[in-house]
């Protein structure tokens, strides 16, 4: 979706759509951000989501802030850091929802034609809203659109839509900025703006992996319909089982020697590897992931190995998780 000029690496470049969803990811990397200290969010009664715990966040009505707490919650529970909520991206990210509801249309780039322009894309649309990219610096996007109209709902969506979930658990970003924009029809744009400038976060250990869905994980979704991702990760099946990532600094790269998952006590499940360049739509290095070719079993534990390098150093991780 995206064809990016900037002077570093790309993020990725992905778009979901959905019969009720529609969510796009994207972003780029430059040399070079206002910092901040991240907080965790807490309370809340269960909203029914794989792997809720004690800490999850209280659902507050307002879309960009129960968006922007459910992001960083996962975040949390990823072990890849929560982010702090900046004003600049916040700006930019509800001028991007309102650029989509005034036109009708899910995008990560603008129309200086059309109402409520502020910039082409990401990039763009932060820096005019004052988050200067100097320094070592990333920026990511995230876009959902939906009748349901949730912050929880949208950003779980974001994490199961598996090239999101690239862009979402991204260790370096240091910030956030969330807004949403509703129509007549009630149907929500929510826009997440990811950025740290001046120097990353500082991410995970030097050759450290996350993965999820996390070890011990509880009522994770045995499926995903892959067709409601464009582009589809899965092109030739629509129901196949959740995806299953590993993430690790977007400055170390990711090589697989084996990834594979079974059941407890069974074999290994075939599933399609999801690794840049093997799949043209992984455009990270850091990242990889596994989907099951067939849905999961329900209530059941499944066993998960990964081993490669990370960086160049040696790596071997297993871990489990268990359906609802």
Not at 28 to 51: E, K, P, Q, R, Y
Not at 232 to 241: A, K, R, T
């Amino acid at each position: 979706m995206m064809n990016k000029t900037y002077p570093a690496k790309h993020i990725v470049a992905a778009c979901v759509a959905a019969l009720a969803l529609a969510a796009c990811g994207g972003g780029s990397n430059s040399n070079g951000s206002s910092s901040g200290s991240a907080s965790g969010v807490t309370g809340g009664t269960s909203t029914g989501f794989s792997g809720q715990d004690a800490s999850a966040p209280a659902l507050t009505s307002d879309v960009a802030t129960d968006g922007f707490n459910w992001i960083n919650y996962r975040r949390a529970q990823a072990g890849v850091g929560v982010l702090a909520r900046n004003g600049m991206l916040d700006h930019a990210a509800q001028a991007h929802s309102d650029y989509q509801r005034l036109n009708g249309k899910v995008t990560h780039t603008e129309d200086p034609t059309k109402p409520g322009f502020t910039g082409a894309d990401e990039k763009n649309r932060v820096e005019a809203a004052g988050y200067a990219l100097q320094g070592d610096n990333i920026v990511g996007e995230i876009i959902a659109a939906t009748n349901n109209n949730t912050g929880f709902y949208m950003a779980e969506q974001l994490v199961t839509a598996i090239y999101h979930r690239f862009v979402m658990f991204e260790p370096l970003f240091r910030e956030m900025g969330a807004g949403s924009a509703k129509t007549s029809a009630n149907y929500l744009y929510f826009t997440t703006e990811l950025g740290a400038t001046r120097g990353y976060s500082p991410g995970l250990p030097s050759h450290a992996i996350a993965t999820w869905p996390v070890n011990g994980q509880t009522g994770v979704p045995p499926n995903f319909l892959s067709d409601y991702e464009e582009p589809d990760p899965v092109p030739d099946l629509n129901e196949v089982g959740y995806p299953i990532s590993i993430h690790a600094n977007l400055t170390e790269t990711v090589a697989v020697q084996s990834f594979t998952v079974r059941p407890r006590g069974g074999g290994d499940l075939k599933v399609r590897l999801l690794v840049k360049g093997q799949d043209a739509n992984t455009t990270m290095n850091s990242v990889a992931a596994i989907i099951p070719l067939a849905p999961l079993a329900a209530n059941t534990t499944y066993d998960v190995s990964f081993t490669g390098t990370v960086g160049g150093a040696a790596v071997t991780k297993t871990w489990s998780f268990t359906t609802k």
